[in-house]
Every structure is written in structure tokens, then in C-alpha cells.
């Protein structure tokens, strides 16, 4: 599976921005993805995450608790896409995002999907800054 992110740029406090994450060479609709980012001097962290559950049935999004009530992950499988919709931008969300994916077909619990470990594939990386 190849990941492309795109959607990053450069905005003031209180500004909005939408990530995509374009999958290509997998079955996309049987994949968990999720969202990360990374900060300069810090460990890459979870943002967000769409789990798999069977067939076309999908969990209610997981956010971490730093962006729940501002982020809002979507997945379109037409377009083997994910979103991450970000409103309300504070400094601290500035970062490169990465999206990830699960194999296929792989089942994964609650506990684990902050996991980097549980994610095969991941994006090139959009990077995100907020700014005044």
C-alpha cells in the first residue's frame, strides 16, 4: 500500500486546514488507518484513527484527547481516501502528519491503535504549522 498525504501549510491560531491521505495498491476498505504527527524533538504520536472492523464496517473515529472536539477523521472508500478535518488550530498541533495504515484484514483492538507498532505502512508526511 502506498500513501500520499497532501494538505499541510501555514496558519494562524484558531485556523483550519483538511489533511488527505490518498491510498493506491491495497484493499483499502479493509484497512485501519489513522493519523500521527511529530514535532520537531519529539516522538511521533497519535492523532487519530479509523479502525476496521469487518467487511465495510468501520468504528466511530478515536481521537487522542489533545484534538477531540477540534479534529474530525472521515474516510471516503470510493477514493480510497482519509481526511483529517482540523479546526480551531493551536500552536502545539504544528508537526508533520503522517497517515498510516494497518495490513489488510487485520483486526485491531481499542487499546492498540495509538500503537506505531501496529501500523505497516505510513506516508511521506504533510507538514502542519501554526503560527501568528
Known amino acids: 500500500v502506498q500513501l500520499q498525504a497532501s494538505g499541510g501549510g501555514s496558519v494562524q491560531p484558531g485556523g483550519s486546514l483538511r489533511l488527505s491521505c490518498a491510498a493506491s495498491?491495497?484493499?483499502?476498505?479493509?484497512?485501519?488507518m489513522a493519523w500521527f504527527r511529530q514535532a520537531p524533538g519529539e516522538d511521533r504520536e497519535f492523532v487519530a484513527a479509523?479502525?476496521?472492523?469487518?467487511?465495510?464496517?468501520?468504528?466511530?473515529?478515536s481521537y487522542a484527547g489533545s484534538v477531540k472536539g477540534r479534529f474530525t477523521m472521515s474516510r471516503d472508500n470510493a477514493q480510497n481516501t482519509v481526511y483529517l478535518q482540523m479546526n480551531a488550530l493551536k500552536p502545539e498541533d504544528t508537526a508533520v502528519y503522517y497517515c498510516?495504515?494497518?495490513?489488510?484484514?487485520?483486526?485491531?483492538?481499542?487499546?492498540?491503535?495509538?500503537?506505531?507498532?501496529?501500523?505497516?505502512?505510513w506516508g511521506q508526511g504533510t507538514q502542519v504549522t501554526v503560527s501568528s
Open positions: 498510516a495504515a494497518t495490513k489488510p484484514y487485520r483486526g485491531i483492538i481499542l487499546s492498540q491503535l495509538s500503537s506505531r507498532l501496529e501500523y505497516e505502512h
Open positions: 495498491g491495497g484493499t483499502f476498505s479493509s484497512t485501519t
Open positions: 479509523i479502525r476496521w472492523r469487518s467487511g465495510t464496517s468501520y468504528a466511530t473515529p
